[in-house]
């Protein structure tokens, strides 16, 4: 009985624990997840809405995710310092780097098992130094379409994006993970690609006690996209944008995007499970 109780999970990732009545009661791995909050910013917009918003600016607000369960740490995407001088983001109201709020949620860097990168946009990654233990984990699309582009015009020459791949290509490669379309990280937290946004762009799928929860990545930036059906005005391929909010409104019953400022009016207290 008591190996049951160990912290190695069964198959199907089942945990038990002992009831007062000293019975095994299934249950399930469920994780929680932390929003951190980067601080808020102005952008036009038609980078936000395809085609439309011309003369409007739109408040949008800039998140990574911290989730907790299984015995595991796992961080989504890297949040980003110094915003609006390294970034050029025309910041409103307070900003914090990634570090002090990681600190503040009592997590070292060091200390994480898992980084997962929804894409490899600058202000995604910027910060991938900082998880010197961790497996970084990125679709193969995206990694192909950063390190070998069809199209090297959509590859930049330089600045966050070229850092973290010459990282992950060097220091960091044993700790590269390259996954494919459906992919399970851990039993109730997975993968999927959506493209879209970027050739490579991933959402994050978590179980937690509230429901299913996803983790966007900038496939939808706020809830109006997904409400309206209308893509993100940054794209490389409108139908994978489509595909992608409609498997999100069937699959989500909580959606995290790394945008939406109302995310933190819907879980005030900035946590989700
Ligand atoms: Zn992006």
Redo the contacts with the bound molecule.
């Keep these: 009985m008591m190996g049951l109780l160990s912290s190695r999970a069964p198959e199907g990732g089942e945990r038990y624990h002992l009831s007062e009545t000293r019975e095994l009661i299934p249950m399930p791995l469920m994780y929680k997840i932390r929003i951190l909050k980067n601080g808020e910013a102005m952008v036009p917009g038609p980078l936000i809405f395809n085609l439309s918003r011309y003369n409007e600016e739109v408040r949008i607000a800039l998140y990574f995710y911290l989730i907790e369960g299984n015995d595991k740490t796992i961080v989504v995407d890297t949040g980003m310092d110094d915003m609006p001088s390294r970034f050029g983001f025309k910041t409103v109201g307070p900003c914090k780097n990634t570090l002090p709020l990681l600190k503040e949620a009592g997590i070292n860097p060091k200390d994480v098992d898992y980084l997962i990168l929804t ?1 490899l ?1 600058g ?2 990654c910027t910060n991938i130094k900082l998880f010197t233990k961790a497996k970084i984990v990125i679709s193969r699309r995206e990694w192909l379409h950063v390190i070998a582009p069809t199209y090297r015009e959509l590859s930049p020459d330089s600045g966050p994006t070229r850092e973290a791949a010459a990282y992950l290509a060097g220091e960091a490669w044993s700790r590269l993970v390259l996954v494919g379309d459906e992919e399970e990280v851990l039993p109730g937290l997975s993968l999927f690609w959506t493209g879209g ?2 050739p490579g762009s991933q959402c994050v799928s978590v179980k937690t006690r509230m429901g299913r929860a996803i983790i966007t990545g ?1 496939v939808v930036d706020l809830y109006e996209n997904l409400e309206k059906n209308i893509p993100v005005g ?1 794209h490389y391929n409108l139908f994978e944008c489509f595909d992608a909010m409609k498997r999100i409104r069937r699959e989500a019953d909580i959606v995290l995007t790394m945008h939406e400022p109302k995310v933190l009016e819907r879980y005030p207290t900035g946590v989700v499970g």
């Design positions: 894409h946009h202000d995604h946004h970027t900038d940054i």
